[in-house]
C-alpha cells in the first residue's frame, strides 16, 4: 500500500475555488493529513457551519503529492437520493461506464488498479450509503484512500474520526492580545476585504472579541456577518449562478455602502466603520450550512 509521491502535487479535481484565504487551523490540517497516512478512511467531521469542507481542501493540497493517480473530489450535498451516491462518485472520477455494467462493478475495476485519494463531502444526509460504498471499495481496492466529511461519523471499524473544533476564541489572558486568536483573526481578515481601511484596536476590536464570542467561533457565522461570498464548487448551477453574480456585483469600495443599506451581511463592518463598535451584534440566526 505504497504512498511514495511521484512528482509535482497535481491540482485535486473538484476543489472549491476559494475566493478568501485559509485562515489558522494549521494544527487541525497537520492533524488530519497525519491520519490520511495512517488510516485508509479519515472522516471529519462536526457541526454546519464549522468548516469541514474549507479544511479538507486545504489537507488536500498539502498531500495531493503522495497519490500516484491524484486526488478526486465527489460532492454529495446535492445527492437526493442515497442511491444515487455511486453514480456521483463515478461522475467525480470521470468515469466511462460501459453500457450494461453496474456503475458499482465499474467503480470496483477503476479503483482496483489506482492509487489516489477519494474525497466525499458533505455525507450526513446519504450516510448509510456512504458507509456501505466505502466499505465496498475499501475490501477491493487496497490502495484507495478516502477522506469525507459530515456532522456525524460514518460508523465504520476502520475509520479514523477527527472532530473539527470552531475557531480559537480570544482569551483574558493571551499576552499578545485578542487579535491574535484565529476567529478574531478571521473576522478582521474578511471585513478588510470589505473595507481595507478597518482599524480592529481600542473598542472597536473588544467589539469585535464580544462579536466572536457570540458567534462561537463558527468560521460560516462570521463570514455571513462581514457578507463575505461562499466558495463555489465547479459543476453546482446555484454556484455558478452566485459567481455570475459576484462578477457584476459592485467594486470593493462600494460593498460597505451596499451591506449598510442591506442592515443584514456586512452590517458589523458597517457600524465598525461608522465608529458605532457597541452596536455590532450577530446577524439572526440562520438554519442550514
Not at 482599524?199 to 467589539?207: M, S, T, V
Request: overall charge positive; charged content about 25%; proline content about 9%.
Amino acid at each position: 500500500m505504497g504512498q511514495a509521491a511521484t512528482g509535482p502535487a497535481r491540482e485535486p479535481r473538484g476543489l472549491s475555488h476559494a475566493r478568501t484565504s485559509f485562515v489558522g487551523r494549521s494544527a487541525a490540517v497537520d492533524k488530519v493529513a497525519g491520519l490520511l497516512a495512517q488510516y485508509r478512511l479519515v472522516t471529519v467531521t462536526g457541526p454546519g457551519g464549522v468548516g469541514k469542507t474549507r479544511l479538507a481542501d486545504e489537507v488536500l493540497r498539502q498531500v495531493a503529492g503522495r497519490y500516484a493517480d491524484g486526488v478526486w473530489v465527489a460532492e454529495l450535498a446535492a445527492v437526493a437520493e442515497p442511491a444515487l451516491v455511486p453514480a456521483m462518485v463515478a461522475t467525480a472520477l470521470r468515469l466511462h461506464q460501459a453500457p450494461g455494467v453496474p456503475v458499482v462493478d465499474a467503480l470496483g475495476a477503476r479503483l482496483a488498479r489506482q492509487q489516489l485519494l477519494l474525497v466525499l463531502d458533505n455525507c450526513e444526509h446519504v450516510l448509510d450509503a456512504v458507509a456501505q460504498f466505502c466499505a465496498t471499495v475499501l475490501l477491493s481496492a487496497d490502495d484507495i484512500r478516502i477522506l469525507a466529511t459530515s456532522r456525524e461519523p460514518l460508523g465504520l471499524p476502520e475509520e479514523a474520526r477527527y472532530r473539527l473544533p470552531p475557531l480559537e476564541l480570544p482569551r483574558p489572558s493571551d499576552p499578545d492580545g485578542p487579535g491574535q486568536a484565529e476567529a478574531v483573526r478571521l473576522f478582521a481578515e474578511r471585513a478588510r476585504q470589505v473595507d481595507p481601511d478597518l482599524a480592529l484596536d481600542g473598542e472597536a476590536g473588544a467589539a469585535v472579541t464580544r462579536l466572536v464570542q457570540r458567534l462561537d467561533g463558527m468560521p460560516l457565522a462570521i463570514e455571513l456577518v462581514v457578507g463575505v461570498p461562499r466558495p463555489v464548487r465547479p459543476g453546482c448551477r446555484r454556484s455558478r449562478r452566485r459567481a455570475g453574480r459576484w462578477a457584476r456585483g459592485p467594486a470593493p469600495g462600494r460593498l460597505l455602502a451596499a451591506a449598510a443599506a442591506r442592515g443584514r451581511t456586512g452590517r458589523a463592518v458597517a457600524l465598525l466603520h461608522a465608529g458605532n463598535p457597541a452596536r455590532v451584534r450577530p446577524a439572526p440566526a440562520r438554519t442550514g450550512g
